[in-house]
Structures are given as C-alpha cells and as structure tokens.
C-alpha cells in the first residue's frame, strides 16, 4: 500500500507542477502524428459506427462533408456505415474534443505545451453555442463556421500567438476561479481574460482590420470560448501523469455518448468502460428529457483536473444554470469531491472557501470505498443528429469504470 | 414623516430605472458646459489652493503643463498660488474624476447617458496603475500617458462608440457582480467584459493596426479600466435623483483630500461636509501609514449606487486586497450597509448571497439613527504631490456629514 502511496503522492506532484501554455494554433493535419485522410478522432474511448449515438453520427457525417470525403451528410453516412472511414479516440493522438470532438486533418487546432515537460496536447477552437458540429450539429451553417475557422480566425490566432510569449494557462485559470468560473460549464471569465491577453496581438499581426474585427467578434460573443483551451490544458496537465507504476489517479474520464471510460496512471492506456449515464438537468425553451443525449465528450478531462463539477463552490451561477440547486449547495458539490481526491491545489483556489484549493487528484480507491461518483458538469445535446444542445446539467461518473480500475490495478500489482 | 417615506420611494425608483449606456468619448470641452481655459475641475467639494492635500497640488501642478497653462511644474504651482487658476468640482459641470479627479478641457471623457432621463455624465479615462495624476503624480511619463489619452485612445473610442450601438451597463455592471467584482477596488471582470463589447468595435474603425494594438494592450492592461465607466454611470444614475422635495436619499459622497461631502436629494446641490478620515489598509511594498493621504476622489459615487464596499460580498478577493478580512467576513460589510438603505437592486445580484440585491438608497435617516457610517473602498494616495498611488483599503464615511444634512433637510421641511 506505501507504494501506491508514493505513486499517487509522484502524480499529484507531476499535476501540480505543470506549466501549461497555449502557444499555437495549427491545422490538425501538421501537428497530429500519425492523422490521415479519412481518418476521425472522436470524444471517448474506442467506439464503431454502429454504436454510435445520434449526435456522434451527425457529427461524423458533417464532418466528413466538412473534409470533401463526402458529397454530403447521406454519403457521409454511407462511408461510416461502409467502413470507410477510420474512428479513433482523441485521447490517443494527444488530443481531446468537447461533446461529439470531432478531430480532422483540415481543423485548425490550438497547441497547448505543458513547458515542465515538454508534452503537447491539442484542441479544436470552440464553434459557440446552439446547433453547433460538437453538439451534433451539421447543415451548411455549420460547415461555414468551420471553413471560417479554418480560413479566417486559425490562422490569425496562430500568427498572433506564433509572435507572442504564448499565454500562461495556470494563472489566468487561477484568476478565473475567483471570477466564478468552473471551465467547464462557464467560461466566462477565462474566455474575457484569454481575449484580453490575445486582442492585442491579433491587432499586432493584423492585415485585413474587417477580419479583425470578425475574429474579435467571434470570440467575444463566446461566453464558452476557453471551454476547449481549458481541456487541452488538461490533456497536457495529465498525459505526464500516466503510467506512473502503482497509481490509483486517475489520468482521464471521456464519454463517445455511448460509453464512459477512464484511464488510471498505473494502468497507463488501458480504458476501464461502463454505459454512459444521462444527465439531470435544466432544459432550453422547447426541450426536455426526452429529447436528451446520454453523457458525452472528453471535456471531463476539466473535472480530472479538478475543475468543472469539482470547483462547482467556486461557480454558483453554474449551479442554477445545470440545475444543481442554489448558490450555498454549490459548495456541497466541491466538499464531496474533496472525498474522492488525494490532494488540493494551491494555486487554484476558491475566494468563497477562504481560498481553499480545488480537489485535486481522484483516486479510484477513495471512488470505489465511499461510493461517491465524480460529479460532472455538462452540456446537454439532443440525442438525434443534427439538432443541437437542447441543455445542461449535471452528470455522474459510473461508479463500474472505478470498480473495473480498482480491478485492473490490482491484476497489473499481482494482488487480485 | 410619510412626505418623507414617498420621497425617499421615488428616489430609489429613479435610482432602479436607470438606463446608462456608454455612447461616446470627446474632449472635456466640446461636451462639458462652462469649461473654460485655466479651469480645473476636481474631486470632492469645493475647496482652494490653500487647503488642498499634496496629491492634489501635484496634479493641479501637472494639469497646468499637460493643458499648456505652465511651463512646469513649478510655474503651474505659482499660477495657482497667485490665483490664476479657477477650481470647481466635477459635480457641478456633470462630472466625476477618481482621486484627485483632474477634469480640464483637453481630456477626453467618456460619455455615460442615461436612457430613461436623457441626463449625460462624464469622466476621464483610467490611467492604470502606480505614478498616475488621479493619485498625484505629474512627471513626463505621467504627461505623456495623458497626451496619448488624448490623441490616440480617446479619439479612437469615440470613434468606435459612435458607429456602435453603445454599451449597456447596468447588464455588463449585473454581470461584473457574478464574477467578483464590487466596481471600486476590483474591476477586473467589467474591464474584460467591457474590453470583450469594446475590441470589435474598435478593429472595425481602426485604420492604424499598430495604434490599434496599443489601444487594446492598454485596456488589456488596466484591471481598473472600469472604475472611471462605473462612476459616470454612477453619476448619470443618480443626477436625476435630485431635488425631490423630502427625500433624505444621498445623491452624492465625495471628498478632495481635506473634506469629505454629501449631498442629499431633498437639498439639492448642497454639500454637506466634515474633515476626511483615514483609509485603513494594506500599503504596497515600501509605504506604510505614515505615507498615506487621507480619503480623496469622486470615486464614491460607486457606492452611492450600492457598489464598492456595499457590494463587497460579492468580491471576497477584494475584501484582502483592502485589509478588510477574509472572504467570509466580506458579507458582514454589504450586511451593515443593508441597515442604512431603503431598499435592494433587484437587477445587481451577488451569487454568494443567494442573489441578494446590492443595498441601495442611502438615508441618512437610517445613518444618524444606526451610528453606521457608509464603508468605502478606496486606493490610497501618498501625501507628497507627484508620487502615486501607496496602497488600497476601506475607509468610512464621516458621521458628521450625515448630521448636518439631517439638520438641513428638517430646516428645509419647516420641522427644525
């Protein structure tokens, strides 16, 4: 039991230590080893055609337009349905994607170096809210603001960030901790600070000021725009953490809309499964329950790190907005995770906690013994293709993917 | 006393109703009525050469240069020691100026019109941080920073304004209140938010992306960037709660550095006044008390309208940068603050509170009776003309002001 000990004291250090900072944006295709044409990274862990969700497929066949692999969404549908296209998760090519995630050759991507390590890890720029591709979303609308992220506001945000010093994640995510912010659920703050630290230098490498003031625009009016910043810091905070032989943290919670997974460090790779469940929570005007999706996208990488769900005390305007009660429950939310954790982090605090730091850490162990699931915070996608989010809420993790863990670990330590 | 209790309500009606847009930046002279050349408007009530405080004679010394009416600092000094100066206070001619509040006629101010009554209200812009004029410096680089005010940041914002819809503030003020701002001493989230309205509108009227660049870093820069947008609001709220036969609501609290005053709607544009007190806070590395200036500034329009140390518990972080405890205490402040106003601002909620309006519509019926004085959030100025700001905490307003204009208002009703 000591060793597991210091190997969870090893990943709480590797944790805290990390230097994240967001230092490019590029086309997928140059920065992903081993992404290919007709290839597609999804949310989640491994998943075929055939069981995706509505949303997920949606996505696919949007996406694959959105490539020029297909003609259109029905011939897209008919290359997945075929095999003629490859799925794979993001989390095995360093990269992660909100809801649906989809990652493609021709998406720009933004860079994010954890600098103590050296270790990159990438995400899509975050598409707004409403019918949107990570929400399944997939008619022209759509496409056009991927084309125009792929023409327009990539490239921009790769020259300005290219000439810059990159920006500091770790900081400007402290700060937002004590603007009410969660990352996962509201950005609001971070995605204020974030334009704060970029306006300036898209304005430094500026040509055309109408496109400019588009790209100003499109980010200001993205109350969700750090959203995908925030979780390719968590990718680049936790990929140092895995395969640390003993460990019981775990290194990444995902969700395809299928299946929930995570992976523990001294397990390394390996996905621990189990059915997604589906979220409670508050509906947009028109929507309920019946149209939801189950539980979906690797932006729980955000809760791995101790944010979304886990800082919920630091957010109580989330808490009403994913219907988690009134702004004094929010803090029960953070108390509970504080349970299922090894540590704090001093450097994320929360001011209405008397700058207690958020839980960080979760141990698979504590998971397993008290029986209390990570809470999520979620958007919430309607579960046919090409409709949209409808919601959010408030998600557990299935407590079976701890249970297979404790499992797994016990097998590779020679003591089941 | 019913007189009295229907006043004071249609007070705090004019106070709720208030519609202030952000809509312009110009020259102080082309839009403050009866400005003239060699008039220096201030913060506080009126006051002379002779009695005001060192920071003060710092910046009126510096004004003269920046405006052309002095060859230096010293020939600026002899000007107003011989009289060849006018001094007024901002609250006369519409305006508000932190601090020492140097409003002159090549200022540009920002534009603040309350759409429910037409009234419009002016202040400078911010000049960030340290060796400013607002906290008595007056050297070259505190001369150049006006002069690029002036000619560069001043007429671009107007610009950008202009061809804009304008900027609500009441939503963008509610909004700051969920993110940990109090609009006084932190302003970190409204500067974002109004960085977020302001940097679209600015690329698109920019014709130099060079200057463009410089405009959005300094804004990007100012955490205060705010504070002189939350006092014209301030003022363009509470301009039309004056002269309302009876009303025993403050309309005004302001102080030059020597004399702290308050005006009270049912007497109009009187000033009631006492000596300022001390703020008691924390002093930046170096500075202690004994460097301190007393209270000074316009700045406490803020918390005439509910903010600043009223809405303190919406600002734990604030409540350490000002000495003034730890964050669970900061909800005792906006407690005590509720003992001395007739009512809450439905639409400026604090999350912690479980969306608590803001105190507003201070009586000083409730001040004399309570022997609560209103607490303000201040920075702290050094007492030497041309050294800066030393330090930020919490200061109260004098009880002797409230008493003399309780004694006014029974005067003016015929009961004393």
Redesign the interface.
């Known amino acids: 039991m000591e060793k597991i000990e210091l190997a969870n004291q090893e990943a709480l250090r590797r944790m805290l230590t990390a230097d994240p900072v967001l230092i490019d944006v590029l086309p997928a295709g140059e920065v992903l080893t081993g992404l290919e044409e007709r290839m597609i990274l999804h949310a989640g862990p491994p998943i075929e055609w055939d069981r995706m969700c509505g949303p997920m497929r949606g996505a696919i066949a949007g996406i694959a337009v959105f490539e020029g692999w297909a003609r259109d969404l029905e011939d897209g549908e008919r290359l997945a349905a075929a095999g003629e296209l490859m799925f794979h998760p993001n989390h095995d090519f360093g990269a992660v994607g909100p809801m649906t995630g989809m990652t493609t050759l021709r998406q720009p991507v933004m860079v994010v170096e954890n600098r103590t390590t050296g270790n990159r890890s990438y995400c899509t720029i975050n598409e707004g809210l409403g019918k949107v591709m990570r929400f399944g979303g997939n008619d022209e609308e759509v496409l056009d603001r991927l084309r125009w992220l792929r023409d327009v506001l990539g490239p921009a945000m790769g020259a300005a960030l290219r000439q810059s010093d990159g920006i500091a994640l770790k900081v400007l995510t402290a700060?937002g901790l004590?603007?009410?912010d969660e990352m996962h659920q509201r950005n609001?703050?971070c995605s204020?600070?974030l334009?704060?630290?970029l306006?300036?230098?898209l304005?430094?490498v500026?040509?055309d000021?109408?496109a400019?003031?588009?790209s100003?625009?499109f980010?200001?009016g993205n109350d969700q725009f750090y959203l995908n910043v925030a979780m390719a810091m968590g990718k680049a905070i936790m990929d140092p953490v895995r395969d640390i032989e003993g460990s019981t943290i775990v290194t990444a919670m995902s969700r395809n809309g299928t299946d929930f997974g995570i992976r523990v460090s001294g397990t390394g790779d390996r996905w621990f499964t189990a059915p997604v469940e589906m979220p409670e929570g508050l509906y947009f005007p028109g929507y309920g329950a019946e149209d939801a999706n189950p539980d979906m996208g690797d932006s729980t990488i955000v809760e791995t790190i101790g944010l979304g769900g886990f800082a919920m005390a630091a957010a109580?305007?989330v808490a009403g907005f994913v219907g988690a009660g009134?702004?004094?429950e929010a803090a029960l939310f953070t108390r509970d995770m504080g349970e299922i954790t090894v540590g704090e982090n001093p450097e994320w605090t929360i001011?209405?906690?008397?700058?207690q730091g958020v839980p960080a850490g979760i141990d698979v162990r504590l998971v397993v013994e008290s029986g209390i699931a990570p809470t999520i915070n979620t958007g919430i996608a309607h579960k046919e293709p090409g409709r949209g989010q409808v919601g959010a809420g408030v998600v557990k993790a299935p407590l079976a993917c701890f249970d297979a863990a404790l499992v797994g670990i016990a097998e590779r330590l020679g003591v089941a």
Do not use: K
């Open positions: 700060r004590t603007m009410g609001v703050a204020g600070l334009l704060r630290a306006a300036p230098e304005a430094r500026a040509t000021t109408a400019l003031a588009e100003l625009a980010i200001a109580p305007a009134n702004a004094s001011p209405s906690l008397d700058y």
